[in-house]
């Protein structure tokens, strides 16, 4: 079942079975707020008769990858992203081509790949966000991140990016494939280093736009209370509906509810990821007109209360120009207003 | 579109400097206005609300030339760039003949120049423009920060139509003359065009 914070509209995934007959209550990593969930009329009977310890489902990957050897490749350009997956593929390896952000960020949260190979200038989001919200994710902290430039240009940074977004390696785009290979050595993958073995590259199994199952459950360490596994952080730019970081149940007697980011059907998607960037841009240009006033707010930590009459402006032209749909989802522009004030150390 | 004051014999020719917020279109503007000789500019006057900044001034380069015996009378403007001034932005671009895009190089305002961007292209087909038809410049700005990116950089994503552009950190007025001088040029030439 989704359970929706009533405060912030965040959307969670919650198995009916753990929710026992006077419900649960559940904290919003987002805003904080906690409430009940009822389990629905149907699964109130099924919840009493569940076993003392429910079942958690393992990951489940929806194509049969062998997540050791799998490369995720977001490459913008047709021709040298299909000549690095060539070059995994000769090495023994499994790749995932995509050419934006959007679909790199599903496809990784999908497939939970070991590495990504990531251009930095990536349509609708840029490789580097990725990289953020990648590095911010608990469950993919395993996944090595090499960010590509795209021109070769020793100077082409002044701050190196791999200092910049997290990235594991920082790698320019001319030396791909070849540069890859020290760094798979290095990460430990199984290489076969002749041009012979090896499966072809595949397509990435869905658009980005249509994501049809929910990602892969992270399950959890022990019983409960259980983390529900989620971006660190709410995730600043586009992205499917996500749950953020640490929402959890709160009462110990609510059994580990198998909590996940919810992915389902969007045809919304994209108009979403525009509300995201919109709401980046908006606070953004506030923060640059009133930082004096921002800095305060951080330093009082209500920069929700204090700016809230600066995001007005910012709020009409949500309204001209966002899809009703998705702009009453949830507050894109205070949520972005507090992932900033937090980066920046609002507690 | 330039408006031909044919008492005077002067041609007048309206400038927009675009961008995003606090990118330096103003600095611009005010280091135009402090190294033109007082003789050959206008007032420079400056409508702006507590938030809202639009800057403006005019003022007539004799050294341009003439047009058919048309002084030439350049009118330069900026816009207000923070993104919810879209309202402004559409009443300060109405009969614009040059544009010059002013982009901030720091990499963490790079979506807010391509939002910029899309809203000039935006704002200016609903006026019946082209970008690649008006004579238009851009300017890679704060090239001295260190946080900047790389020209090539700037130039893939920005300017993919290889319009002219140029280096500037404008505090320091390095390469704001020079985009000065290109759109002018270009608005000039596109006046010759006309007047055949």
């Given at each position: 079942?989704?359970?929706?914070?009533?405060?912030?509209?965040?959307?969670?995934?919650?198995?009916?079975?753990?929710?026992?007959?006077?419900?649960?209550?559940?904290?919003?990593?987002?805003?904080?707020?906690?409430?009940?969930?009822?389990?629905?009329?149907?699964?109130?009977?099924?919840?009493?008769?569940?076993?003392?310890?429910?079942?958690?489902?393992?990951?489940?990957?929806?194509?049969?990858?062998?997540?050791?050897?799998?490369?995720?490749?977001?490459?913008?350009?047709?021709?040298?992203?299909?000549?690095?997956?060539?070059?995994?593929?000769?090495?023994?390896?499994?790749?995932?081509?995509?050419?934006?952000?959007?679909?790199?960020?599903?496809?990784?949260?999908?497939?939970?790949?070991?590495?990504?190979?990531?251009?930095?200038?990536?349509?609708?989001?840029?490789?580097?966000?990725?990289?953020?919200?990648?590095?911010?994710?608990?469950?993919?902290?395993?996944?090595?991140?090499?960010?590509?430039?795209?021109?070769?240009?020793?100077?082409?940074?002044?701050?190196?990016?791999?200092?910049?977004?997290?990235?594991?390696?920082?790698?320019?785009?001319?030396?791909?494939?070849?540069?890859?290979?020290?760094?798979?050595?290095?990460?430990?993958?199984?290489?076969?280093?002749?041009?012979?073995?090896?499966?072809?590259?595949?397509?990435?199994?869905?658009?980005?736009?249509?994501?049809?199952?929910?990602?892969?459950?992270?399950?959890?360490?022990?019983?409960?209370?259980?983390?529900?596994?989620?971006?660190?952080?709410?995730?600043?730019?586009?992205?499917?509906?996500?749950?953020?970081?640490?929402?959890?149940?709160?009462?110990?007697?609510?059994?580990?509810?198998?909590?996940?980011?919810?992915?389902?059907?969007?045809?919304?998607?994209?108009?979403?990821?525009?509300?995201?960037?919109?709401?980046?841009?908006?606070?953004?240009?506030?923060?640059?007109?009133?930082?004096?006033?921002?800095?305060?707010?951080?330093?009082?930590?209500?920069?929700?209360?204090?700016?809230?009459?600066?995001?007005?402006?910012?709020?009409?032209?949500?309204?001209?120009?966002?899809?009703?749909?998705?702009?009453?989802?949830?507050?894109?522009?205070?949520?972005?207003?507090i992932r900033v004030a937090r980066e920046k150390g609002m507690q | 579109m330039s408006f031909i004051n044919y008492s005077s014999r002067e041609i007048n020719c309206k400038i927009v400097f675009y961008g995003p917020g606090l990118c330096g279109k103003t600095t611009n503007l005010q280091h135009i206005y402090a190294k033109t000789n007082p003789d050959l500019k206008g007032k420079m006057i400056s409508l702006a609300t507590e938030t809202e900044r639009t800057l403006f001034f005019d003022?007539?380069?004799?050294?341009?030339?003439?047009?058919?015996?048309?002084?030439?009378?350049?009118?330069?403007?900026?816009?207000?760039?923070?993104?919810?001034?879209?309202?402004?932005?559409?009443?300060?671009?109405?009969?614009?003949?040059?544009?010059?895009?002013?982009?901030?190089?720091?990499?963490?305002?790079?979506?807010?120049?391509?939002?910029?961007?899309?809203?000039?292209?935006?704002?200016?087909?609903?006026?019946?423009?082209?970008?690649?038809?008006?004579?238009?410049?851009?300017?890679?700005?704060?090239?001295?920060?260190?946080?900047?990116?790389?020209?090539?950089?700037?130039?893939?994503?920005?300017?993919?139509?290889?319009?002219?552009?140029?280096?500037?950190?404008?505090?320091?007025?390095?390469?704001?003359?020079?985009?000065?001088?290109?759109?002018?040029?270009?608005?000039?030439?596109?006046?010759?065009?006309?007047?055949?």
């Open positions: 079942m989704i359970a929706a914070c009533p405060k912030c509209n965040a959307r969670y995934r919650v198995n009916p079975i753990h929710i026992g007959s006077d419900g649960a209550r559940l904290r919003c990593a987002r805003c904080q707020a906690v409430f009940r969930v009822r389990a629905p009329e149907s699964a109130g009977s099924t919840a009493a008769a569940r076993p003392a310890a429910a079942p958690i489902p393992e990951p489940t990957p929806e194509h049969d990858f062998d997540r050791t050897r799998l490369v995720v490749v977001a490459d913008p350009e047709e021709d040298s992203g299909k000549r690095t997956a060539a070059a995994l593929s000769e090495w023994g390896l499994q790749s995932i081509l995509v050419h934006d952000g959007v679909e790199a960020l599903l496809t990784i949260q999908r497939q939970l790949p070991r590495l990504v190979v990531l251009d930095a200038a990536l349509p609708k989001m840029y490789g580097f966000q990725v990289c953020e919200i990648v590095k911010r994710n608990e469950s993919l902290r395993s996944t090595r991140v090499v960010l590509i430039g795209a021109i070769h240009q020793s100077d082409r940074y002044r701050r190196p990016p791999s200092e910049l977004y997290g990235a594991d390696v920082y790698l320019e785009g001319p030396d791909l494939p070849d540069g890859l290979l020290p760094i798979l050595r290095q990460a430990g993958f199984p290489l076969v280093e002749s041009a012979a073995a090896a499966p072809a590259p595949v397509a990435p199994p869905q658009p980005a736009v249509a994501v049809p199952a929910a990602p892969p459950i992270q399950a959890p360490a022990q019983a409960a209370p259980v983390a529900i596994q989620a971006p660190a952080q709410a995730a600043p730019v586009a992205a499917p509906i996500e749950a953020p970081a640490q929402a959890e149940l709160v009462t110990p007697e609510a059994a580990a509810p198998a909590a996940a980011p919810v992915v389902a059907d969007d045809p919304l998607a994209a108009e979403r990821s525009k509300a995201e960037r919109l709401a980046r841009i908006i606070v953004s240009d506030i923060i640059l007109y009133s930082p004096e006033k921002f800095d305060a707010a951080i330093a009082a930590g209500n920069v929700a209360e204090a700016l809230d009459s600066d995001l007005d402006e910012g709020r009409s032209l949500f309204q001209q120009r966002i899809d009703p749909r998705v702009r009453d989802e949830r507050n894109f522009l205070v949520e972005e207003l | 003022f007539l380069p004799l050294a341009l030339g003439q047009i058919r015996g048309f002084k030439t009378r350049f009118h330069l403007y900026t816009v207000p760039g923070q993104v919810f001034y879209d309202a402004s932005r559409k009443l300060i671009l109405k009969g614009v003949d040059g544009v010059v895009f002013v982009a901030d190089s720091q990499i963490e305002r790079m979506e807010a120049n391509i939002e910029s961007l899309e809203n000039l292209q935006i704002n200016l087909k609903e006026q019946g423009y082209e970008l690649d038809k008006v004579p238009y410049v851009i300017q890679y700005n704060k090239r001295d920060l260190p946080n900047a990116a790389s020209l090539d950089e700037m130039r893939r994503v920005l300017n993919p139509m290889r319009a002219p552009d140029f280096e500037a950190c404008a505090t320091v007025g390095k390469g704001v003359f020079e985009t000065l001088k290109a759109v002018a040029k270009g608005v000039l030439t596109d006046l010759k065009k006309m007047g055949r």
